[in-house]
């Protein structure tokens, strides 16, 4: 049975990665699926190699953009460093997603038949951890009277299940205090040249965990920024979007 303690063992790295860390922009930066690690404890969770590298194990592209962004605009980056296959760190603790049995029909041996400790132990020893360190970061702050604008970054496959995704970019929001979100939104659109998601390729909704749960109380200004992961496949296509970005946060 596994415990919280010994899931991270002495060679697994720290289940979060913050990148510039004092820098002074007043937007907060954050992958949430940036990573796409195994815990040694869980071998390569048996799937195939090939399918530890897919969407389904991570956001492709996000750790890159977040880095690149984190230095054009001095911004922390708080980067999350297991796979979402171990446990997905914008979902809650009551969804059955948050460990994932199949995804995208790919069935994940490590996470059948699962006890409860072992379940916990994926919560307490990444999840808690990373979102612990999020709110730390907004917290530092909130207490320096600094703005701690969430943005958060994502990237989605180009077409699931059969069904093509057309958007470049999408932009998701829900309860709390949306305007921020709306504002790039609209910067987009006016922008032209872009095929723009509205809350598309996802609606945000009660299983998106890390804006819900850092955001909507306080009503913390946020963003989440969805970008087709073809659209990430090297570093000048990164680097575009980190313009396109870049002006979206300081015109918004």
Not at 36 to 44: E, I, N, T, W, Y
Not at 139 to 163: M, Y
Not at 230 to 249: E, K, R
Request: a negative charge; charged letters at 25%; glycine letters at 8%.
């Amino acid at each position: 049975m596994t415990t919280p303690s010994a899931l991270l063992g002495p060679d697994d790295p720290a289940p979060t990665q913050i990148i510039n860390a004092d820098g002074a922009s007043r937007f907060v930066l954050i992958g949430d699926h940036a990573g796409r690690r195994f815990p040694v404890a869980l071998g390569d969770m048996g799937i195939a190699p090939e399918d530890a590298i897919r969407h389904i194990a991570w956001d492709i592209g996000v750790a890159a953009l977040g880095e690149a962004l984190s230095a054009r605009i001095d911004a922390v980056f708080v980067a999350q460093v297991y796979s979402r296959l171990v446990v997905d760190c914008n979902r809650g603790p009551d969804e059955d997603s948050a460990v994932p049995v199949v995804s995208d029909g790919t069935i994940i041996p490590a996470n059948r038949a699962l006890t409860d400790a072992d379940r916990a132990a994926r919560f307490a020893s990444i999840h808690e951890p990373y979102q612990q360190a999020v709110g730390a970061v907004l917290a530092a702050r909130d207490v320096a009277k600094r703005d701690g604008t969430l943005v958060a970054l994502h990237s989605f496959t180009p077409s699931i299940a059969g069904r093509a995704r057309p958007w470049e970019i999408g932009i998701l929001y829900s309860g709390g205090d949306p305007s921020f979100a709306l504002r790039c939104l609209d910067w987009l659109r006016r922008r032209g040249g872009l095929t723009v998601g509205d809350n598309e390729p996802y609606r945000m909704d009660e299983v998106d965990h890390t804006i819900t749960r850092h955001c909507f109380a306080g009503r913390r200004p946020y963003v989440e920024i969805e970008i087709r992961q073809d659209l990430l496949a090297d570093d000048a296509m990164v680097t575009g979007w980190v313009d396109v970005i870049a002006t979206m946060l300081a015109d918004a």
